[in-house]
């Protein structure tokens, strides 16, 4: 269901659905069933989102990649306590893009995104439309998630201690709170915007046929230019944009998109799997031309720099006291050798300025897609490992992926005023403790 309304009120809820594998179950939603509604929003607008919170516990909820300001932006100190409710509000100020929505309390966001709280936000503006993108049935928004199902069709959410190490992963992919989707495409450009809103899955993004894809837009919106490739990683709480043009498949073919091996992690990415099927079953022909350049970004200038700050991501190893915050446990998810402590801020950024923060996993053997909360970034540079960026990190960017053995640089410039988490993505480290503060003021 898309919605364009604002006022759409949301209720985290435990309901009764018909899921995944066709049995009525429990899950967790915000209206009807998995997955909130998706709001699409045009860029200028003010928005006003009455929240209550249905569930036993604390929740509240956190707008990934929206501009807002600190108050709204659903910190960990934020929460919204059961029967509760929550006016957020905001006026939509940036570029065109796919952002989402979820849960953030501190040890509770891995369980409620996995239990079903998560939903799409698009941004749409003028400068977006007047490119003709393919649009109604041609533009596709996709959330793949991997769920793991109880022997009654529920979802069962229970990582062990290794599950947190690695991040917890379900057996189950599903699209769209769907399992086994597909989808009837016709011989044209279709667009396919896609969030990877999984714990902690990563997905090497391909066609079954081998055709290419062109890589249109990430996290913040529009790339630059446009860059056509026959893979793309994807890391939870990473969006692309893609246009795939089934005129290059039979007709009456089937195309999956698929997950294709990849090498650099642990125990994910050993098999190729399905996600989604399209059935290529209608000739029909298009005039779609894609503009060899999209709207520019101008490059955060490096001149500008007043710090560059250096974060070491991994599995803490002995304590390291801190400054005054919690000592890390050995075995715990760190960065700088501290796990997440509310009050504590760790970083204080004056406003205005422009930085580099470093993520170092030169000695890690995990993953980690490191997030920022309010702002956006430009990856500068990544050493070690893959030692290049991909098409979809030559935007802007809310989240990067980090592979084991890796330094990544990125530059920002914060003019968003407040306190702010950033944190890996993999929601069972971050939960584990793989979140600091920072401060800019
Ligand atoms: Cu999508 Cu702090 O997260
Ligand atoms: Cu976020
Ligand atoms: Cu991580």
């Known amino acids: 269901p898309e919605t364009s309304l604002t006022g759409t009120a949301l209720n985290a809820g435990s309901q009764n659905i018909t899921t995944i594998t066709g049995k009525n179950t429990q899950a967790w939603g915000y209206k009807n069933g998995i ?44 929460m919204v306590m ?44 003028a400068e977006e439309k ?26 069962d959410y229970s990582p062990t201690m290794d599950e947190v190490m690695i991040g917890y992963m379900g057996e189950t992919i599903i699209v769209n709170g769907v399992h086994s989707p597909f989808h ?55 969006r692309v944009d893609l246009l795939v043009d089934f005129s290059k498949s039979a007709l009456n073919s089937e195309v999956y998109l698929q997950s294709s091996v990849f090498s650099g992690v642990n125990s994910q990415g050993r098999q190729a ?37 250096t974060f070491d991501i991994g599995v ?8 005054g915050g919690s000592m890390a446990m050995k075995g715990m998810h760190t960065i700088n050798g501290k796990v997440y402590s509310g009050e504590r801020i760790d970083e204080s950024v004056p406003l205005n300025s422009t930085e580099i923060w470093e993520f170092n996993n030169s000695a890690g053997d995990e993953p980690h897609p490191m997030h920022l ?12 490992g893959r030692s290049r960026l991909i098409a979809s990190e030559k935007g802007l960017k809310d989240t990067v992926l980090v592979m084991p053995g890796e330094k990544v640089r990125i530059i920002i410039k ?23 503060n920072f401060e800019v003021k």
């Open 373 to 384: 909360h309010g702002t956006f970034f430009q990856v500068v540079s990544r050493t070690g």
């Open 130 to 155: 007047a490119l003709n993108l393919p649009a109604g049935a041609y533009e596709l928004p996709l959330v793949i998630q991997d769920k793991r199902l109880n022997t009654s069709g529920g979802i």
């Open 414 to 436: 914060f003019t968003n005023a407040g306190k702010f988490a950033f944190h890996c993505h993999n929601l069972e480290h971050e939960d584990d403790g793989m979140m600091l």
């Open 316 to 323: 803490g190893m002995g304590t390291s006291g801190g400054h």
């Open 35 to 78: 997955l909130g509604p998706t709001f699409r929003i045009q860029s200028g607008s003010t928005v006003s989102i009455p929240f209550t919170n249905g569930l036993t516990e604390e929740t509240n909820i956190h707008w990934h990649g929206l501009l807002v300001p600190a108050a709204m932006d659903g910190h960990p100190d934020q």
């Open 273 to 309: 799997f399905k996600i989604v099927k399209f059935v290529v079953n209608k000739a029909e022909t298009d005039s779609f031309k894609l503009p060899t350049s999209l709207p520019e970004i101008a490059p955060i200038s490096s001149s500008a720099t007043t710090k560059i700050r």
């Open 184 to 238: 009837n495409v016709a011989t044209r450009t279709y667009r396919l915007r896609v969030l990877n809103g999984s714990n902690g899955r990563i997905y090497n993004l391909a066609l079954s046929n081998g055709n290419a894809f062109t890589v249109i837009g990430s996290d913040g919106g529009l790339l630059p230019a446009p860059e056509t490739v026959t893979d793309l990683l994807l890391a939870p709480g990473e």
């Open 82 to 125: 059961p029967g509760k409710t929550f006016n957020y509000s905001f006026k939509i100020d940036q570029r065109a893009g796919l952002s989402w929505y979820h849960p953030h309390p501190h040890e509770k966001t891995g369980k409620q995104v996995f239990m079903g709280l998560a939903g799409l936000f698009i941004i749409e503006s």
